[in-house]
């Protein structure tokens, strides 16, 4: 295993929570190859087997002696001898699914098929159908990490022996036990740039480290990202953020020169100080701000700081809903963490006083995460929730005044005017107040500020929705009672009826007309 000292093993993570793999337990097997999943297939692939291989994430982590983690049990990958998409057609249409051209120039298909509830498989399966020529060595020695550079003939997964016929000429195996990520060639980075991200993702999916000849060999090549679609891009890059110990592996990405080259405008924030209130400059800031939202949507975890989070069951399911490009809320609030404070560098001056201020860098934060996420292509809804949250991240706390709790006014408008993001820009609120603070956290402080969020998220979610035919009363009702003309003096009464009702301070109609009344007699005195 590489030392951790002074050498590129240095920007390597910890191994993961995995129990110690030997040679022994990989011979003596693991999960086992002859399971239901595969006896599915096995019964409509009846066409190539000998020339099929089972290949990539379900043998390693197969050799691995545990339920495939980053390759989920119910993904398979096939390098198959001749034609690839005949082979695919062919197993989609007995299985009952579909087939999807992945890249047809070099012979790559996706068979995705349904559950098989009669056989107890209730998982949709995805079969990825790749065609190689010459020997599956040959096509081996293609590929870019020796961990994922292993091929067992299908029929051999049925052997007592399976792991002992595992095909293996990278040297695979040996870095399966000592958790690394090596380069099988010099030139995997040149032949697909994706590699680059691919290398990080597949650490962080597994808890491994980059060997310190791999990782040498990223930093010198991190120019090539420019060549990698911004499709394949984002999708290594949030496949990164979604994983545990985010912040870890963006480090690792800093250091191996490709997060700013991913993220341009972070590079402007290193070295930016900032006010005593926050410990860290605004890099370290945004950094720990997503290692903050990651830890904030885990729960309580026992912990005499995330006690104070607000948290539900409710909570876990709002957080694990799938937002965008199969990302979760989770992942976006994480994103948005790291996008919040982004124009500060722009924004900072310091005014009459000598105090130092960033006046503005929400807005053109948001304008900036705006920007960059759509070049990335990430999908319209979390561009959009991303953009609100950093526009909005510093409401929260605004909110209360002077220590006395929001008004159910204030929360109402709160709620109204952020929607969707409302709760996640409240968590991101939590997160930018933990990151700020830092070691110098005071749990007294930490927790009134968590009441405080605790109590905007309650009301809010409790406060009535008064909208359709449940509202109290109608723009048309208002210029009948009051003899008015349309325009907006309208729109200004009934919202503030509005407030009101979601606030609790009136439940009638009657008492609705009395609030406009009211309010139409104020007006003069307040111009």
């Known amino acids: 295993m590489p030392r951790r000292g002074r050498n590129p093993s240095a920007d390597q993570p910890e191994a993961g929570p995995y129990r110690p793999l030997t040679f022994m337990a990989i011979a003596n097997g693991g999960i086992g190859l002859d399971s239901p999943f595969l006896d599915r297939i096995n019964r ?18 197969a050799l691995r002696s545990r339920s495939p983690g980053g390759t989920p049990q119910h993904d398979l990958d096939l390098a198959v001898e001749g034609d690839s998409e005949r082979i695919a057609r062919s197993l989609a249409r007995r299985l009952g699914g579909s087939i999807a051209p992945l890249d047809p120039t070099r012979g790559i298909f996706r068979v995705m ?30 590929r870019d990490f020796s961990v994922d550079a292993m091929a067992l003939q299908w029929d ?16 695979g195996r040996p870095d399966l036990v000592q958790k690394r990520i ?9 032949d697909d740039p994706g590699r680059l991200l691919r290398s990080v993702r597949l650490a962080s999916q597994l808890g491994f480290a980059l060997d310190p000849e791999t990782a040498s060999l990223v ?37 191996l020169d490709l997060l700013c080259r991913l993220i341009p405008e972070l590079a402007a924030t290193k070295g930016v100080e900032q006010p005593v209130v926050h410990y860290w400059d605004v890099w370290e800031h945004v950094l720990h701000c997503v290692e903050a939202a990651e830890d904030i949507t885990g729960g309580h975890q026992n912990s005499p700081v995330f006690i104070f989070v607000p948290w539900t069951p409710e909570t876990t399911d709002y957080f694990s809903e799938n937002i965008s490009d199969g990302h979760s809320r989770r992942t976006i609030l994480k994103l948005a963490a790291l996008f919040h404070d982004i124009a500060k560098p722009q924004t900072k001056a310091t005014d009459e006083t000598g105090k130092t201020r960033f006046l503005g860098h929400s807005e053109l934060g948001a304008s900036m995460a705006e920007s960059r996420l759509t070049q990335l292509r990430l999908g319209s809804r979390a561009v959009g929730m991303v953009r609100d949250m950093v526009t909005h991240h510093l409401r929260p706390g605004n909110m209360s005044q002077k220590g006395q709790e929001p008004t159910p006014r204030a929360i ?30 005071s749990l007294e402080q930490w927790s009134a500020h968590a009441r405080m969020i605790g109590r905007v998220l309650e009301c809010g979610l409790e406060q009535p929705r008064p909208q359709g035919p449940t509202r109290l009363i109608t723009g048309h009702d208002l210029m009948d009672h009051l003899a008015l003309e349309p325009g907006p003096l309208v729109g200004e009464i009934l919202a503030a009826i509005t407030e009101a009702h979601a606030s609790g301070e009136i439940h009638t109609r009657e008492e609705a007309l009395a609030l406009a009344e009211q309010t139409v007699s104020d007006r003069p005195a307040r111009e």
């Not at 409509?44 to 982590?61: K, M, N, T």
């Not at 090596?182 to 040149?190: E, Q």
């Open 44 to 61: 409509c692939f009846v066409d190539d087997r000998a020339s099929a291989y089972i290949v990539g994430g379900y043998l390693r982590d």
């Open 113 to 142: 098929a349904p559950a098989e509830e009669e056989s107890g498989e209730r998982q949709p399966c995805t079969i990825d159908v790749t065609s190689f020529s010459g020997s599956i060595q040959e096509d081996l020695a293609r």
């Open 156 to 171: 051999d997964r049925q052997r007592a022996d399976w792991p002992d016929r595992v095909i293996d000429p990278s040297g």
């Open 182 to 190: 090596r380069a099988i060639s010099p030139t995997i980075f040149h």
């Open 219 to 255: 930093r010198q090549q991190a120019h090539l990202l420019s060549q990698v679609s911004a499709e394949r891009q984002r999708d290594e890059f949030l496949g990164i953020l979604s994983l545990a110990n985010a912040k870890r592996y963006l480090v690792i990405l800093d250091r």
């Open 412 to 441: 109402h408008r709160y709620f109204r005017d952020l929607g969707g993001v409302a709760v996640d820009t409240l968590f991101l609120a939590l997160a930018d107040y933990l990151a700020a603070k830092g070691p110098n956290l």
